[in-house]
Every structure is written in C-alpha cells, then in structure tokens.
C-alpha cells in the first residue's frame, strides 16, 4: 500500500474547502484516508492554512509521497521545516 499527501475536497459547489490527508494512493479523491493533517482554505482572504507538522512529518518519515498540489501548499505554509525535495 502506498501512501500519499494529497488534498480531498469539501464545501458546497463554488465554495471550496480543501483537507490534507494522508490517503492511499489507489483511494479515490474523496474516498477512505488514514488520517487528516490539515486543512486549506482558498475562499478567505487571505488564504487560511493549518498544517499539523508533527503528523505530516510522520507519515513523510514513513515514506509518504506528497502530490505536487499538496507540496505547494506545503512550501506556502512556510513554518513546515522539512526536506519536500527528497519526495
């Protein structure tokens, strides 16, 4: 089973909210996920970003692959201090 960082959508239709979860990687979008690590939201202004770094770097130090949408809010978040090059 391999596992990814990837974001799953919610919110009502034009008002997006966006989880980070780790999930399998064959799960579909919005499917089964291990566990929740966050959560984005693009609708405030400014955008509003919550990233638990503990858990993330958990499941990175697992060998979690982190899709490219999911690294650029990573790399946007700023506080998050470890190596998405590697990944």
Do not use: C, Q
Not at 27 to 50: Q, S
Not at 51 to 74: F, N, P
């Amino acid at each position: 089973m391999a596992v990814r960082i990837r974001l799953a959508r919610l919110g009502a239709k034009k008002k997006p909210f966006y989880r980070l979860v780790a999930a399998d990687s064959e799960a579909p979008r919005n499917g089964k996920f291990l566990e929740i690590l966050g959560y984005y939201d693009p609708m405030k202004d400014p955008e509003e970003i919550k990233i638990h770094e503990d858990k993330v770097r958990y499941w990175l130090e697992k060998g979690a692959l982190v899709s490219e949408t999911a690294k650029s809010i990573l790399k946007k978040e700023g506080s998050v201090k470890f190596n998405l090059a590697a990944n």
